[in-house]
């Protein structure tokens, strides 16, 4: 079946379709920008008003410093944990550990996001090479690739489901209890970027511009490889399962193993271990592990001193849910598949911490979910608002440094 997105949105609009614009969409353009606009003043307001609470007594040295990574109050609020391991990627590159696996260390961390910014600012004067100027080309980095992202689900849930659907998405991803990460320092919204337009540029049949959003996506998040799965069956479904129409052009996707390799040669080059990678990920408490010892799944529920990890529950046994419906119910199997095998790999990497950020870059659950509640505008919108004001709480503690996803 051929996929047209402009054409199919525009035929149903009554418009021209002698041309393909994907990104002439000035409604989808408003629609996002204002959505971004609305929910980032409420998290400004949430942050300035957040000084008013305990912070975690555990990280008193921030509290009486001020500030964690930038005395910058705007750039500092959206910087906490992992930004600060990304943050030392860009200032120094990869530090190999004295022990491999015997501590935290930034192997953990794959190459794209950090290395883009290094990009973005090496040839800046000596006097602009501060982690202020970093951390802030890191979040307009982040913050463009959200609005490229979310524009891409928007189009991409219109083609498939309909217009009602697209436009209800982007609410949705918004109100996401870790939406905010997706404005933060973190690689969340690049990756997320980039599986979009993996498959829009699939869709659209220009596999060698899919392949490298692939690859790119493989760069910035482990799981990005899982991107294949939807990718394969989109290539071969659009040649009927036919093994003999198979052409020359599926080799582009050669770029992502590749690319996977290529970065563990130079960990090795750094630490003698090819596989340097997965050790510093054992450090962190991720691997893939036995998932029959499943008791450990639950315990950080019972343990107290971390609340969220009971959303992190619920938030991936929702995406297994949605996906599994997604495969049964609807014709967009490719994308119910992906969702699937990204939401085994994330309950086989070993413990529930940081799901709810996870399951937030799955995008074909959230497309399907606001497909399914599209008919139920109440329902829709109870869920959003309690959603969006989880994230606020979520958000508030962030900013007084507990731990969030």
Not at 154 to 174: E, N, Q
Request: with cysteine; hydrophobic share 50%.
């Amino acid at each position: 079946m051929h996929f047209s997105i402009n054409y199919d949105y525009n035929r149903r609009m009554g418009k021209s379709v002698k041309k393909d614009y994907f990104f002439n969409d000035v409604r989808g353009w408003k629609h996002i920008l204002g959505l971004l606009a609305g929910t980032r003043i409420i998290l400004l307001i949430t942050a300035w008003f957040s000084s008013y609470y305990q912070g975690n007594v555990s990280y008193q040295r921030y509290l009486d410093q001020g500030y964690f990574l930038s005395p910058k109050w705007l750039i500092d609020i959206w910087c906490r944990w992992d930004s600060e391991w990304q943050l030392s990627i860009v200032k120094w590159g990869y530090v190999a550990p004295e022990t491999l696996g015997s501590g935290y260390s930034n192997l953990a961390f794959f190459p794209l996001y950090p290395y883009l910014i290094k990009l973005l600012t090496f040839w800046m004067p000596q006097r602009f090479q501060t982690e202020s100027v970093y951390l802030l080309v890191g979040l307009i980095l982040s913050n463009l690739c959200l609005l490229l992202a979310l524009y891409g689900i928007y189009k991409l849930s219109i083609c498939l489901f309909g217009d009602k659907t697209g436009r209800l998405v982007p609410i949705l991803m918004f109100c996401l209890p870790c939406a905010f990460y997706f404005s933060a320092f973190y690689g969340e919204s690049l990756f997320l970027c980039l599986i979009v337009y993996t498959m829009i540029l699939a869709e659209k049949g220009k596999w060698c511009w899919s392949a490298i959003c692939a690859a790119g996506a493989t760069l910035c998040r482990p799981h990005g490889v899982l991107i294949l799965v939807p990718v394969i069956y989109l290539y071969m479904s659009k040649r009927s399962w036919n093994f003999r129409a198979i052409g020359k052009s599926w080799l582009w996707y050669l770029f992502v193993p590749a690319s996977v390799a290529l970065y563990f040669y130079y960990l090795y080059t750094l630490t003698g271990d090819f596989f340097a990678f997965f050790k510093a990920q054992a450090a962190w408490g991720r691997s893939l592990t036995d998932v029959s010892a499943f008791s450990l799944y639950f315990e950080p529920l019972f343990s107290g001193h971390n609340r969220p990890t009971t959303i992190d529950l619920v938030m991936i046994i929702t995406s297994l849910i949605l996906s599994i419906l997604m495969i049964v119910r609807t014709k967009h199997k490719a994308y119910g598949l992906y969702a699937l095998v990204c939401t085994l790999v994330l309950i086989g990497t070993g413990n529930l911490y940081s799901m709810m950020r996870y399951t937030a870059v799955i995008f074909p659950i959230w497309m399907y979910a606001a497909d399914l509640l599209k008919k139920h505008r109440e329902v829709f919108v109870f869920l959003c608002a309690l959603f969006f004001s989880v994230q606020v709480l979520l958000f508030c503690g962030w900013i007084n440094y507990y731990w969030i996803a």
